[in-house]
């Protein structure tokens, strides 16, 4: 079984449209997070959810909306896509919101044109 | 400055040898330390933290952290064509799990 899984694995999508991604983990661990990998493989954090709750808000535009129905669980909806939004999205999760332990899933390749 | 300096290479080495990987670091108030490696199109795999200062090994791996030169290492023995990927090194910041990383460093060891 996948330890950190997300939908879908690649997203091909024009500007202007609104998406959605979602990651669930089954490890059983309260803090999730959604990191952007840019074109140049920088790996920068977005957002951190721990038991639901957002404890991390990086400056990123509100046109990203993080929601998490339940600690397992994790989405990303983002409206008004940019060109400027493509890049790799990946989701990762920890035990505690010490977050030394992150583990990574796959992530989700986003290309807008 | 930025907070974590990583140089990004590439980096290519024998199979066989001893592979060093570095980071600097800005911000003294990083406790954690970890190194993470990615394959071409996969998510970070961690592969040790350390707190602190002090080394810690986990196989053909060590992990270094010297806090008062605000410098960690990653060492690979024995490096093996398998090893060839980026190495991420990443630090704690201010926010509880808001991990810092570097820009990684891209390994290729050649059989």
């Known amino acids: 079984d996948t330890a950190v899984s997300q939908t879908p694995k690649y997203l091909v999508t024009q500007m202007g449209n609104d998406k959605s991604i979602k990651c669930e983990q089954n490890?059983?661990?309260?803090?999730m997070y959604w990191y952007k990998q840019d074109s140049k493989k920088f790996l920068k954090i977005m957002f951190s959810?721990?038991?639901?709750?957002?404890?991390i808000n990086e400056t990123v535009p509100n046109r990203f909306s993080p929601k998490s129905p339940d600690k397992a669980h994790l989405n990303l909806h983002i409206n008004s896509l940019e060109l400027g939004d493509s890049a790799v999205y990946f989701c990762?999760?920890?035990?505690?919101?010490?977050?030394?332990?992150?583990?990574f899933g796959p992530g989700t390749r986003l290309t807008v044109t | 400055q930025k907070e974590v300096e990583q140089d990004p290479g590439p980096l290519s080495v024998p199979e066989g040898a001893i592979v060093s990987l570095n980071c600097t670091y800005s911000?003294?108030?990083?406790?954690?330390f970890m190194w993470y490696r990615q394959y071409s199109r996969k998510g970070p795999e961690l592969l040790m933290y350390?707190?602190?200062?002090g080394n810690k090994e986990d196989g053909r791996f060590t992990a270094q952290v010297d806090k008062s030169s605000k410098y960690i290492s990653l060492f690979i023995r024995d490096s093996q064509p398998s090893d060839s990927a980026t190495y991420l090194c990443?630090?704690?910041?201010?926010?509880?799990?808001?991990?810092?990383f570097g820009k990684g460093t891209k390994l290729s060891v050649k059989p």
């Open positions: 990762a999760s920890s035990q505690d919101d010490q977050g030394y332990e992150q583990y």
């Open positions: 490890l059983g661990h309260d803090t």
């Open positions: 959810y721990n038991n639901k709750e957002l404890i």
């Open positions: 911000n003294s108030a990083f406790q954690y």
């Open positions: 350390t707190y602190s200062s």
């Open positions: 990443a630090m704690i910041g201010g926010s509880q799990g808001n991990l810092i």
